[in-house]
């Protein structure tokens, strides 16, 4: 079925939906995005998202032509009008079209988009069994060069990390930073237990800081177990007792293989096992 789109201020079939094709979001990947899951009807931590959002936008020098009001209706319009209860979101501002060159202020109306659809989850046995995930040999691009604390439309740093994990059989990749610390997966971030703590590597290793990473954080924390950041190696991964992953799409889904270590048992480990659970309970609440 042909989906409605919104587009700037209002709502038009997919066919009709176009940007230029001198949008610097096309041209350069200059813009920013959101990815969000709406449960039952309701879009799950919407602030959150609409905050990074904003954030991103602003560390791009990138001014979002609507009020995060508006772009909050717009997202619950556009699932209205898809009639999509259980949906993904993808909210997407442009820089807007301009010259063919790289001068961002000879661009003019960025366009600000929403798509919402249906969401492609992993398969069930991927939660029940786990997933086997390699390291890339792409790193995460450094800070210094561009933050991955934008949630940019430059997203080849990770779909090159990805496509080796693919090339590998495996759905998902982890990503080093520069000095070979842990980061986090091509599109999740990661977290491991040891000795009953739940760690998981700090924004500042190069990381997207993720809606689903803190509010599993809130949730361990107010399950009593301890949580804290830590700057992770390989080793610590290799060596944990549960390693798992977050996102919006992936939600909480357990790693028990990364590059050929067995990790724990092998199976789904009890504190995986919970917060998956009190996450489930959380996106329904
Ligand atoms: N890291 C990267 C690089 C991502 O693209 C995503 C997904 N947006 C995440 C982590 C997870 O973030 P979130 O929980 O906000 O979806």
Not at 106 to 135: C, F, H, K, M, W
Not at 226 to 247: M, S
Request: proline share 5%; glycine share 8%; aromatic share 6%.
């Amino acid at each position: 079925m042909p989906r409605i789109i919104f587009m700037n201020d209002r709502l038009v079939p997919e066919a009709e939906a176009r940007v230029s094709v001198f949008d610097h979001g096309l041209l350069y990947g200059d813009g920013v995005f959101e990815g969000l899951r709406s449960y039952a009807g309701k879009v799950f931590r919407l602030d959150a998202h609409l905050d990074r959002l904003w954030a991103s936008a602003r560390a791009i020098c990138l001014e979002i032509p609507l009020s995060k009001a508006a772009v909050a209706q717009a997202v619950n319009d556009t699932l209205a009008a898809n009639k999509l209860s259980d949906g993904y979101v993808r909210l997407v501002v442009t820089r807007g079209a301009g010259s063919l060159g790289l001068d961002p202020n000879r661009t003019r109306n960025p366009q600000v988009i929403v798509i919402a659809d249906t969401i492609s989850l992993y398969p069930r046995e991927y939660y029940e069994q786990g997933l086997a995930i390699v390291t890339a040999a792409t790193q995460r691009v450094q800070s210094a060069a561009l933050s991955p604390r934008i949630k940019s439309l430059n997203y080849l740093n990770n779909i090159l990390a990805k496509l080796e994990g693919l090339r590998a059989g495996c759905v998902e990749a982890l990503m080093l930073n520069h000095k070979g610390e842990v980061a986090e997966c091509t599109g999740d971030n990661v977290f491991v237990v040891r000795s009953g703590s739940l760690l998981t590597p700090p924004p500042d290793a190069g990381i997207l800081e993720g809606i689903t990473r803190n509010a599993v954080m809130e949730l361990a924390r107010g399950e009593g177990i301890d949580c804290r950041e830590a700057t992770l190696t390989r080793h610590d991964l290799y060596t944990a007792d549960e390693c798992f992953l977050t996102g919006t799409a992936a939600e909480v889904i357990p790693v028990v293989d990364i590059d050929g270590r067995t990790i724990g048992p092998g199976t789904p480990g009890p504190i995986t096992q919970r917060l998956t659970t009190a996450f489930h309970a959380l996106v329904r609440a």
